[in-house]
């Protein structure tokens, strides 16, 4: 295959997506296979003999569809989305073609100016202050990585890049247990290290409570540790719990530490005015992240950082070797330098379309219905007498148990979850939340409709009792 031959191969791929979209409402949300299946259907080596595309094409249509979870499905409702709106997906295929590696503003000036522009839109977009800047990254995982290293290096006076970490006082990052697993990985592979992530106490809304986070960093200071950072989270993974964070964040100024806020998910929702009141006092973060990946609509990856001062970012992580330097221009950005891969995609691009093609409004109105549909989901298995609603709705995300009279509320719930899952129609997954088997439902696909949402009520209670 050549590169003249693209327009008659992406006409086929094109013809087989089109007909994917269309025959997607009748498919099985969570993949019916079991494990191996799809492996078995592969030979097990490579080829030496080149094969024609559509011998290709007919092997992937036979082999690889059956084995697929659909995160486009527009009644996917389990974890959280992964939204690729068409347009995005347009712009995901330029980016495909156009293949630059986006490390230094000279390996292609446009990524690095779109790229720049795109997170000053989207900063807008969020309500977020003037003066804050940003770097696309592949994953909130690496954002919050950036952000942990930043913490390391600032609290070893920009030492730990050069010593090692053998010598150096305890470092101590303080979070609670609502965040995502990301900041766990962060503490493990910076070398700060489970043992010195100090989960806070929270409150009745599993908000962190500030007089723990001052209470732990007192007695951090007595036994000779040094506090380096703050994780909050607006939206956690579990149940969407939000940090109330001015107390917090006074307390991390007055302390000396670096703040870093997860809103991975959520982040998307705060394009609505109405709902900036949750994250408030978010302007006085030095670390935001937020994935447009995920219920926005941008193509998966897209994780925009937020940075309010990117000094001490580039300080950790900027490396210059004379290979990588732009001659004659030393006041341009080097997106390299602000992140852990050299490598990067030209991702800007389908925010740019995303935006475009859809309008602030277009996205506003999908997050808006979002939320609305999940709380009348909310509401009416509420008014169910063997459901229980274990949490509300943090945006578009509650959970529940099916507690019928007599039996194991946990065994109920967990069998009932199997059941939903085998059926198909729906997708849901879980989480434990105090102690207890919940069933999460987040409403998010970008085609997701008013009737998909009531679907679901019909499913839950359907298999429930049938
Ligand atoms: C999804 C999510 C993450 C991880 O995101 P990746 O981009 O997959 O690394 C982290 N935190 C929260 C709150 C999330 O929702």
């Known amino acids: 295959m050549k590169y003249s031959d693209y327009g008659k191969w992406t006409a086929r791929a094109t013809a087989w997506i089109e007909r994917y979209f269309s025959t997607l409402p009748d498919q099985p949300v969570r993949a019916q296979t079991s494990v191996g299946d799809i492996a078995a259907r592969l030979p097990q080596s490579p080829p030496d003999a080149p094969a024609d595309m559509d011998v290709i094409m007919a092997d992937f249509e036979r082999i690889v569809p059956d084995g697929l979870t659909h995160w486009q499905h527009p009644r996917f409702f389990a974890y959280f ?28 000036p446009a990524a690095t100016e779109v790229e720049t522009v795109m997170v000053d839109w989207m900063r ?15 994953s909130a995982s690496s954002a919050t990585l950036s952000a942990v290293l930043t913490m390391r290096e600032r609290a070893l006076d920009f030492q ?4 090692g970490l053998s010598n150096t006082p305890r470092l101590r990052i303080y979070t609670s247990e609502q965040v995502h697993t990301s900041v766990d990985k962060a503490a493990w592979v910076a070398g700060i290290g489970q043992d010195n992530l100090v989960r806070i106490p929270t409150d009745e809304n599993h908000a962190m409570r500030a007089d723990a986070l001052q209470d732990a960093i007192d007695a951090d200071r007595a036994a000779g540790y040094t506090p380096a950072g703050l994780i909050m989270c607006t939206g956690g993974t579990s149940i969407g719990a939000c940090d109330h964070l001015p107390p917090l964040i006074k307390i991390a100024k007055a302390e000396g530490l670096y703040t870093h806020l997860d809103a991975a998910w959520a982040g998307s929702a705060m394009i609505c005015p109405e709902l900036r009141h949750i994250w408030a006092g978010v302007d006085d973060c030095d670390s935001i992240v937020f994935n ?8 998966f990856d897209c994780s925009i950082q937020f940075l309010s001062d990117p000094a001490p970012q580039l300080k950790t992580m900027g490396i210059r070797p004379s290979f990588l330097e732009t001659q004659g221009a030393d006041e341009v950005t080097n997106y390299n330098e ?81 059941r939903i899952n085998d059926d198909g129609r729906i997708y849901l997954t879980q989480t434990k939340h105090d102690g207890k088997f919940c069933i999460r ?3 998010g696909q970008f085609d997701c409709t008013r009737d998909d949402v009531m679907l679901a009520y019909d499913v839950i209670v359907e298999l429930a009792r049938g």
């Open 81 to 108: 989305p992964a939204n690729a709106a068409p347009a995005s997906m347009i712009a995901e295929q330029l980016t495909n073609a156009i293949a630059a590696q986006c490390m230094l503003w000279q390996t292609s």
């Open 124 to 138: 807008q977009a969020l309500g977020l202050r003037d003066g804050f800047v940003g770097v696309i990254q592949d």
């Open 160 to 163: 730990g890049n050069t010593t």
């Open 292 to 299: 447009p990946h995920k219920w926005l609509g941008a193509q």
């Open 338 to 418: 602000w992140t852990v891969p050299l490598g990067r995609r030209f991702r800007a691009l389908k925010i740019w379309f995303l935006i475009r093609a859809y309008g602030l409004d277009g996205l506003r109105t999908r997050i808006r219905n979002h939320i609305k549909w999940a709380e009348m989901l909310a509401d009416k298995l509420r008014n169910e007498p063997d459901f229980t609603i274990t949490t509300d709705c943090r945006f578009s995300l509650f959970t529940f148990q099916y507690t019928p009279t007599g039996g194991d509320a946990d065994t109920a719930t967990a069998a009932l979850l199997e």
């Open 441 to 443: 439902f987040q409403a």
